[in-house]
């Protein structure tokens, strides 16, 4: 597909190469940081991807930033009494939208982070399947700094990932977490050379494009269930997504090609 054909946007950019989708968050001046616009218009990427033939999402900045959170400067000329019903909306109807429709998505998701990823966009960066960050990159929850809570699924991933004493130590000390912690935490994938994060996110994807994504799209939406299921219930929505795979096309593939004792060539369906 050309890129003329591909849908534009004022704050992100959409790229295709072969089944990777690379959105790019396009506000380098700012940092990339996010008004409510531009996660209307991620989420409106998302629900276009499966149509252009995505199979892998990688997610990454422009410029010296990953995202450096909400734009407060965009918040208009809200008056400096009740901006809390303005906070809510932004959350529940622009932010919070689309963390949920990146977590539904049919795809594998990968984030490059370069440079900072702090309040929301530290949300976006670890809602991803895989967290590749640049040695140079780090994690920030700042909002106890100027008396907010995070935001954006923030309490609940990081409770998950790191446990209680790290998601507390992150979120009530509101200090950067370099690269290199995160991923002794186990909060990222990996870190890497800054001049090799976007070969080694690009690698990544492209892997995560090539293969089952079927059994990619179950495993996501078994995982978040997980985080709220019984042993039990668990057990029964494995049976349920197995089903489902083991009708697929890939999995007949996958199934001939251990038969074979050759590499499957797995085609989405």
Known sequence: MTTDALPTFETIRLALQGGVATLTLNRPQRLNAAPPQMFDEIRAALQQ???LGARAL?????GRAFCSGADLAGRGDAPATG?????FRALTQHYNPTMLALAKLDMPVVTAVNGVAAGIGCSLALAADFTVAARSAYFLE?????GLV???GTTWM???QIGKARATEM???GERIPAEKAEAWGLIHAAVDDAELMARAGALAERLANGPTRAYSLMRQGLIRAMAQTYEEG??????HQAQCADSADAREGGMAFLEKRKAQFKGA
């Open 142 to 146: 700042a909002f106890v700094n100027i």
């Open 83 to 87: 901006r809390g019903a303005g906070t």
């Open 49 to 51: 991807l499966p149509g």
């Open 150 to 152: 995070p935001d954006g």
């Open 58 to 62: 990688l997610i990454t900045g422009e």
């Open 235 to 240: 057990l029964a929505t494995e049976a349920a």
């Open 158 to 160: 990081l409770a998950r």
């Open 171 to 173: 979120m009530m000390l």
